[in-house]
């Protein structure tokens, strides 16, 4: 018989056997090792409190040991007992191996509060307290608890985030294991807005006005957060202001007082302002509100969507009379273009065919021509800006003094305008109310005229052409 075939033979000899015996068979899995260890390797008490540290995975009796008496004793059974501050080891040892345990006695008064924020927004998002010198894990370990007083409205959850349902100056204190602990004084405050929840703006490029908030209220500067349901009609930008020293909300934080807001074009903007979690909303106003092209492009592109009434006339008219006039084509010179346009002042000067329809500048000097006041020659030079901005003749506003006759000097404007690659002197005021050319077109400036000032009209500090799309009435 081969050598296979009795093995198998025997094996099943051996169980018949154990059968015929009524026995059983047994099997054995391989043991596990059980990991030797403390129950903790860490413990914080307070002065006078007890633990109890077991070793794991042995059933054999352990020897205890502190390396601190003054800090924490124990007993032959590990019972743990702290007596005075500090830290210490407490050590098991079983089969000649050794295991650890860190024990911190912690003073309660000793423990200090540090807020995330010198104070809370009500109803905004929470504010840590921050026991100063403890990670999160220590903290919960510490077992930590917290009361508020002096406010209903402050709570403050088991992980020491404190929120507020009203305003108000608070007291917070801290216990370990139910001793107490060290008291501070928070403040929760109103977010209040907007001084004015409106905001009303001249729609002239660069123009910037500061929004405050309401009630001289600061916020920390990291906490405001800004959008702008239109970034092309404003830009906004937060203020900063570091608080001094006697101020009440500290002065170890930047500190925000509301908003820088810049004019773009104009149009409607809401301008949203969070602060730990609370939203209010400033409302941007510019020009009419409704969204346009500036004056001087509405022309140029014939699209005066977002105009209405005498501004939309206005423009229209312009329109047309570049386009009657050939004065946006290049088989006119910059000289011709220009002659066109002093003639038709010199032509409409003082015929007030309107009757005061149309009172302001550029359309007034339009429609109705002069009305005999102190400010037509700034009229005049205004307009004159405007009309070759259209048709893109660089021009410049100028401003300072001229002789109206016996040495009498008074406050002038004129213009200086780029024609054909050279620049010259015009008074169109001075040649519509005399129907002539005698002011036009000079390379020096006259003897009767005393420059102060002269550059672009909206770099001069103006409002461009139209603070507000009425302007052009």
């Known amino acids: 018989m081969k050598k296979k075939q009795k093995i198998l033979l025997m094996i099943m000899s051996l169980f018949v056997s154990v059968f015929a015996l009524g026995g059983t068979v047994t099997t054995y899995a391989a043991s596990k090792t059980t990991t030797v260890a403390l129950n903790t390797n860490a413990s914080y008490l307070v002065k006078g409190e007890t633990t109890t540290l077991k070793v794991k995975g042995t059933s054999k009796k352990a020897t205890w040991k502190t390396s601190n008496k003054r800090v924490a004793t124990v007993s032959s059974k590990g019972k743990v007992k702290a007596v005075g501050y500090g830290s ?36 905004g ?37 404190v929120t507020a349902t009203k305003a108000g100056k608070f007291d917070v204190t801290a216990y370990v294991h139910g001793k107490k602990g060290k008291t501070i004084e928070m403040k929760a405050v109103v977010y209040p807005g907007f001084k004015e929840p409106e905001l009303k703006m001249h729609a002239s490029e660069g123009n910037q006005v500061f929004a405050p908030f309401a009630d001289d209220f600061f916020a920390l500067y990291d906490d405001v957060n800004v959008s702008s349901s239109n970034e092309d009609v404003v830009k906004v930008e937060k203020n900063l202001k570091l608080l001094l020293d006697d101020s009440e909300y500290g002065s170890e934080y930047d500190y925000c007082g509301g908003l820088f807001v810049e004019s773009l074009k104009e149009g409607t903007a809401i301008i949203s302002v969070t602060i730990q979690g609370v939203t209010e909303d400033l409302t941007v106003i510019v020009g009419d509100g409704r969204e346009k092209l500036a004056p001087v492009d509405a022309v140029k592109n014939n699209d005066f969507t977002g105009y209405e009434g005498n501004p939309l006339t206005t423009l229209q008219w312009v329109r047309n009379f570049i386009d009657t006039n ?63 901005e259209c048709i893109d003749i660089e021009v410049y506003f100028s401003e ?9 000097w008074r406050g002038h404007a004129w213009n200086k305008v780029k024609a054909d690659g050279k620049w010259y002197y ?33 770099e001069l500090g103006y409002d461009s052409y139209v603070p507000y799309s009425n302007d052009l009435n």
Request: aromatic residues 12%; proline residues 3%; negative net charge.
């Open 400 to 408: 300072g003094s001229a002789d109206v006759g016996n040495n009498e």
């Open 125 to 161: 998002d929470s504010v840590s307290l921050n026991p100063k010198g403890y990670s999160a894990a220590t903290i919960k370990k510490l077992g930590i608890t917290y009361k508020t007083s002096k406010n209903s409205g402050a709570n403050v959850s088991k992980s020491g985030e």
């Open 88 to 123: 210490t080891y407490i050590s098991a040892t079983v089969d000649k191996k050794t295991y650890k345990c860190k024990v911190t006695v912690v003073n309660p008064a000793k423990i200090t509060l540090e807020p995330s924020k010198p104070f809370i927004i009500v109803d």
């Open 326 to 388: 050939n004065l946006m084509s290049d088989t006119l010179s910059d000289r011709e273009k220009i002659t066109i346009i002093q003639n038709y002042f010199n032509q409409t000067f003082n015929q007030n065919p309107n009757g005061g329809t149309y009172t302001k500048t550029i359309s007034r000097i339009l429609f109705d021509g002069v009305f005999n006041s102190d400010n037509d020659c700034s009229s005049y030079a205004e307009t004159m800006c405007f009309l070759l």
């Open 426 to 458: 015009i008074d169109a005021y001075w040649n519509a109310y005399r129907n002539n050319f005698d002011y036009f077109m000079s390379e020096t400036l006259w003897d009767n005229h005393r420059l102060e000032d002269e550059g672009y009209y909206a």
